[in-house]
């Protein structure tokens, strides 16, 4: 089971790519919600008045389920689904690429589009500070406070990140457990009674 994916914490600085005249302006941008284009394409749009598309492709989410692209009037599938394809290449995840094209007055046809826009996000991919980041789930771990040592000795030995505890008499702790890791750090838990673990 994959547990980990790749993604961006910053937006690259913006790449210009030149095919037969036409110009084509690709950055890449964090992205976590589909709102977010509502703020960074009229920016685009006033950064480039002259371009007649802001052809774009996003992905979210650790299982890449949840993605989408924008031909913007280019002809189908000329612009967002190359776009769309690098990200796929790079495998990543919680992105936005953007291209902007100026047309140069000589048409490139389906084909030249496509090698053009998927060219000019494979450069704005090339020059990302790529993360990689963990997939985790959450167990519960409920004990007595008597308890307490043993199980931040756990915690810490295995580096589990704590996201919520309520340290009363009958204590309870919320971990977050790489995927790969959650079966057999349920087994570890319970096998400490009386502490007892659960998603």
């Not at 976590?32 to 989410?61: F, V």
């Amino acid at each position: 089971m994959k547990d980990r994916y790749k993604t961006i914490t910053s937006a690259t600085e913006e790449i210009l790519y030149k095919e037969r005249g036409s110009k084509f302006y690709a950055t890449a941008f964090p992205f976590t919600h589909e709102d977010q284009l509502n703020d960074i394409l009229p920016s685009l749009r006033n950064k480039h008045p002259k371009a007649g598309h802001h052809c774009y492709a996003w992905k979210l989410g650790p299982t890449n389920d949840v993605y989408r692209s924008n031909d913007d009037g280019e002809p189908n599938h000329s612009a967002g689904d190359p776009i769309l394809s690098q990200i796929n290449a790079f495998e990543m995840s919680d992105v936005l690429v953007v291209v902007s094209r100026i047309f140069g007055g000589t048409k490139l046809g389906v084909g030249g589009l496509i090698q053009a826009y998927r060219e000019a996000a494979r450069l704005a991919l090339d020059q990302t500070q790529i993360v990689e980041r963990v997939i985790t789930k959450d167990i519960i771990i409920s004990f007595e406070y008597p308890q307490m040592s043993q199980v931040m000795r756990f915690v810490d030995e295995h580096s589990f990140n704590v996201k919520n505890q309520d340290l009363t008499e009958t204590c309870k702790m919320t971990i977050g457990v790489p995927l790969n890791a959650v079966e057999r750090t349920l087994e570890q838990l319970n096998a400490m009674y009386p502490i007892t673990a659960s998603v």
